[in-house]
């Protein structure tokens, strides 16, 4: 899926109109090639394994945390516990995304040969601290789409009851389906946050200049007042591709490897 990755980030860049999915994959096939549709695919590769692991066991953490004294976890404490995951998931997650967001931009073409180029050259250009910025809008994104996800699973699992014998596959697919719908609920939330993390994360500024896009709802409120509503949009069709079907893959996979490890 990580092509729509490229695709996001482009559409999120971009100051003009944006183009449809497809129009957008023409030209970057005609104008920079195959390969640019996994510029930078290090990076998430590196950052998969522990921002997961870190999602889902901070998570089950937060639950038990946060359970009444009956044992139980109503929607809106699961909501709080998913939404702290996706915070601690952020503090992991954020050099990665930034480095990522740097190789993927168009514009940044002809700057960083490759991940690892551009991470040894933001770290002796602009300092450590470079690799946290967009913090705040990746936190914010993270707890909102976590928060829904996993507050609204057990709710949603509720509109499609199984039946008392229901076959593996059945199970397998409502699972799949809940987590779908949950991941797309989080993304339609989310999206404006995503686009202030790509337009802060990619900025470069000289010494002692002063960055255009410095906090989240002040960034928002200047992306809406220049481009419009939309524009807080942007990047959203391949962002439902990839975190819908991606929500409902990831908890279908947390199960089956849970109770192969239990």
């Not at 996994?38 to 953490?61: C, H, M, Q, T, V």
């Not at 699961?78 to 939404?83: E, K, N, V």
């Not at 933001?122 to 936190?139: C, D, I, N, S, T």
């Amino acid at each position: 899926m990580y092509p729509t990755d490229v695709l996001k980030t482009r559409a999120q860049l971009s100051k003009g109109g944006s183009q449809t999915m497809l129009a957008a994959s023409k030209s970057i096939l005609r104008e920079e090639g195959f390969a640019t549709f996994y510029r930078g695919i290090s990076s998430p590769i590196l950052a998969e394994a522990p921002k997961r692991a870190i999602k889902f066991a901070s998570n089950d953490r937060y639950k038990n945390l946060l359970r009444d004294k009956q044992g139980r976890l109503p929607m809106e404490r699961a909501f709080l516990a998913g939404a702290l995951a996706g915070a601690t998931e952020a503090v992991v997650n954020c050099p990665f995304e930034v480095v990522k967001v740097r190789v993927q931009a168009k514009e940044n073409k002809g700057l960083y040969k490759n991940t690892f180029d551009c991470a040894s050259k933001m770290l002796r250009q602009e300092g450590v601290f470079a690799f946290y910025k967009g913090f705040e809008p990746q936190l914010w994104r993270n707890a909102a789409w976590n928060g829904l996800y996993f507050g609204l699973i057990g709710t949603i699992k509720q509109l499609f009851p199984l039946p008392p014998n229901a076959s593996k596959g059945q199970e397998l697919f409502t699972n799949f389906l809940t987590g779908a719908i949950g991941g797309a609920i989080g993304t339609l939330a989310n999206t404006p946050f995503d686009v202030a993390k790509s337009r802060m994360q990619n900025q470069i500024t000289a010494p002692g200049e002063t960055p255009k896009y410095r906090w989240t709802f002040p960034t928002l409120a200047t992306i809406y007042k220049e481009e419009g509503f939309r524009a807080l949009y942007k990047g959203l069709g391949p962002r439902l591709l990839r975190l819908g079907p991606g929500g409902g893959i990831m908890i279908v996979a947390y199960d089956k490897v849970s109770q192969w490890l239990r």
